[in-house]
Structures are given as structure tokens and as C-alpha cells.
């Protein structure tokens, strides 16, 4: 099958397209996924429907696991409609949400995320998140000064935690000003990851919910940063996304 590699500021996912990448399943996507026996990836984009500037995609975590969203995962889908349309505005759908894109300068693109919930605060084991949802779930701790050694505590303790059946994403939260977070992130599914752009969103949502800050907010996060607006219970995500590699494959 032919493929192509893209980034979000280090998330990383590979882009097939039906019906030409053949059957996917959970065991051939960890493959593909692994940097041992693969390609190596954080997840797969599977196109499973175009019609010019439209695309249908499937996400795939590098567990095998589906998602019903990724900001980071979609922008990587539109700019990739893009390339193959020469077309500046895209919309991607993924598990029936419809989301609409413009490509912007250079290597970025702006996506209108759309609806998102926010919950109020809740401990879990003691700890106090506050839970929202992009379409995938997401549960927001706020701490002083989160560490790694905090992510890979908390990560997968509140992932697979019994109050979240289905799993969560799960951000860690440092609020720097009235614009600006900085966020780690532990990805259901994936893990330790550089940066998530529905979990941009969800911090931002939350912040802006609690009144930690006010939109729009700058997410700063180890691979970079996105920008996120606000606005009448509808979010928006802008930032980059670039084809680092392509080729065939017969994994």
C-alpha cells in the first residue's frame, strides 16, 4: 500500500487511503505503528471516503484502538486533502462529526473543531480533574508545576481508572497567565505524546469554563504550541502539519 508520514509539532500518524491500504485491523495497525517491526508512528489516518475536498477517516491509535477524534489527527487529514486537491478550504468527517478546515500560510491550517462539553470538578482517588469531551473523552488535572514523573504517574492511574469505562485522555495543567497554558499529555491509547490538539481544546475549554483564563488560548506544549479559541460553546484549533516522508509498504 502507499503511504505518507506526517507530524503535528511530533505527534505523528501515517495517512493510507482505501481502497487502496486493503483491510485494516487492530494487530496490523500496532505493526505498522511499532518502530521495531514498522514504520513507526503514533497512529494511522485511514481514508475511507473522498469526494473532492471531503474526506471520511477512520483514527487509529498505535494500540489498534479506534478514537472518535484527534485535533492533531485531523488537521494531518486536511492538509493532506489539500495536497492532493490543490483545494484551500476542506472538511473531514471522523465518527459523524463534520469539521471544516482552511489551510493557512505555510504550514499551517485553522480547524473548526465545533461542540465541546465541559464537566464539573470531580475527585477521582483523591485527585481533582474536571472532565470535557470533543467528540473523545478527556479529564483535566490543574497542578502547580506538573512534571513527567507526574504524567507517568497520573497518565495511565486516571486512563484506566473504573470512573472512565471507555478510558480518557488525560492533561495535566500548568495556567501561566490569561492566555496561555501549559499543558502534558497522556493519550488514551498511545500514551506519553508531544502534543494533542483535542486535548488543546478541552484544557482550553476547560479554562476558559472555570475561568482560569479567557480566550483565546496559547497551549504550550513539549512539541510546540496551538492556539485555541472560544466562542458560544464552539472551538476552534489552528497549527501546523507537515509530510515528512512517503513510500510503499507491503506490512
Known sequence: MEFSKWHALGNSYLVVEQPDAGPLSSARVQRLCSVE???GSDGVLEMTGRDG???????WNPDGSTAEMSGNGVRIAARWVAAETEATEVTIETAGRRISARMLDGLAAATDVGEFTVGEPEIVDGIELTTASVGNPHAVIRLDNPTRDDLLRLGPLIENHARFPNRTNVQLVRVDGRHDLTVLVWERGAGETRAS???????AAVAVERKWCDSPVTVHLPGGDLQVRIADGLASLTGPAERIAWGSTSL
Open 37 to 39: 517491526t514498522g514504520i
Open 197 to 203: 490538539g483535542s486535548s488543546s481544546v478541552a484544557v
Open 53 to 59: 475536498p471531503h474526506a471520511i477517516v477512520t483514527i
